[in-house]
């Protein structure tokens, strides 16, 4: 799909984002364990956090395509940066077109501005890949729910607010009771638990909470039950596809680091890069990563295209998540004992990649959706 000269113009300016503040903060942000908020101010004054808003509601109604390099450029820079910015503009897009007016205009303020964080939460702790298996209860009251129950391993967590939430009116129907509410972190009820120490990727902000009689309202219903499974798993086809372009981000930086690196560093009196055997390890890594690039291009405009997309961000997602866990080690291999070093990106982009094998769909569900779509083809 061919982009405009503004969407191209805002993918220029990301990729001086992340040249000049998300990739030299990173490695402190994972040090100090956080959420790079420094980055996320600088994202949202240029517009970053309303991609997919409506112009009438202060966004910027880019298309998806945009969306996704937007994605591969920040994610060379940092995959858990890129993660926590794109859930408070899925929040944010989310909430601009599925909630009643009176209610988003509440919230769209503070998250295009960067001042509150978003997040998506289906996940539990006894429930991930099994989406229609969450267990935590909307039960009816008068004017609205009652939620009780936790959600854990949900990006933003550690600080977010604005919380699309999807809860189970009916015990035991799986995915037909399965609503979506909207909740307010600042609300009684909501109870945060402490962010997730992990063997890194801190700037997700990774971490789950608690709702214990947390009262939601009608008009905070977002989606009500019988249509919630189906919306959240419909929005997960543009999810899988940006993963794939994040992936592709991080084996690119990687790619431009070590090809850097073997112009400079010499062995056995030649620069590592006339080195035959080595330089194919970079030969190898930039073909396969221009191939899931393509991958990604045609995902993303079949999103944009309205046509379902669910095979090929499904295809995307596997490949480039597989291609990132191959290709940053050999990459990370090429720069010896260097590539150890916190201001490079390999051990960041490592850990990027496992949770890239994650999010929005393990492997194996991917491989299920894609055995699914072929045997009704
Ligand atoms: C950093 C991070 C951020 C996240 N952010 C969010 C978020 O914002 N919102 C949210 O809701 N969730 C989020 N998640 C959760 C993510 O979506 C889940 O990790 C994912 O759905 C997998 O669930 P699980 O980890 O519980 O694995 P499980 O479902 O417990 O599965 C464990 C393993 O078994 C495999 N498996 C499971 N069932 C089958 C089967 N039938 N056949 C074959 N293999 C199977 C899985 O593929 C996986 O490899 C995040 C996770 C991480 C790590």
């Not at 799986?174 to 801190?202: C, M, N, S, W």
């Not at 073909?287 to 045609?298: K, T």
């Amino acid at each position: 799909m061919t982009l405009t000269a503004d969407e191209l113009a805002l993918i220029d300016r990301t990729a001086a984002l992340a040249r000049e503040v998300v990739a030299p903060q990173a490695a402190r942000w994972e040090r100090e364990r956080r959420i790079g908020h420094e980055g996320l101010a600088a994202a949202a004054a240029l517009g970053l956090t309303r991609l997919q808003v409506p112009r009438d509601q202060g966004g910027l109604d880019l298309s998806f395509s945009c969306k996704a390099q937007i994605a591969e450029v920040l994610g060379g820079a940092d995959f858990g940066f890129t993660m926590s910015l794109i859930n408070t503009q899925n929040i944010a897009a989310k909430l601009a077109r599925d909630a009643r007016p009176e209610v988003a205009v509440r919230y769209l303020p503070d998250l295009i501005a960067g001042r509150r964080l978003g997040c998506t939460a289906l996940t539990e702790p006894g429930a991930g890949s099994d989406f229609a298996g969450i267990t935590t209860t909307a039960t009816r009251c008068p004017g609205g729910w009652r939620l009780n129950g936790a959600k854990a391993w949900i990006t933003n967590a550690a600080q977010a607010d604005v919380v699309v939430l999807y809860a189970q009116t009916e015990p035991g129907s799986k995915g037909r009771g399965i609503a979506g509410f909207l909740v307010d972190g600042r609300r009684e009820g909501f109870i945060r638990e402490p962010a997730f120490a992990l063997g890194g990727q801190h700037s997700i902000g990774t971490g789950g909470f608690r709702l214990q009689d947390y009262r939601v309202s009608d008009e905070e219903v977002l989606h009500p039950p019988g249509q919630a499974f189906k919306t959240a798993l419909g929005s997960i086809n543009g999810a899988r596809t940006y993963i794939a372009a994040m992936s592709c981000g991080m084996v690119a930086e990687a790619l431009r680091v070590a090809a850097d690196f073997g112009e400079r560093r010499s062995s056995f009196g030649r620069p590592l890069a006339e080195h035959q055997g080595w330089r194919w390890r970079l030969a190898e890594a930039a073909s396969e990563l221009a191939a899931c690039r393509l991958m990604v291009a045609h995902a993303a405009a079949q999103i944009d295209a309205g046509v379902d997309a669910q095979l090929a961000a499904a295809q995307a997602k596997l490949l480039a998540t597989r291609m990132a866990e191959r290709q940053l080690p050999a990459l990370a291999q090429a720069m010896g004992a260097e590539g150890l070093r916190e201001e490079h990106p390999f051990s960041r982009h490592l850990i990027g990649a496992r949770v890239a094998s994650f999010v929005d769909g393990s492997s194996e569900m991917l491989l299920e959706r894609i055995a699914a779509v072929m045997r009704t083809a």
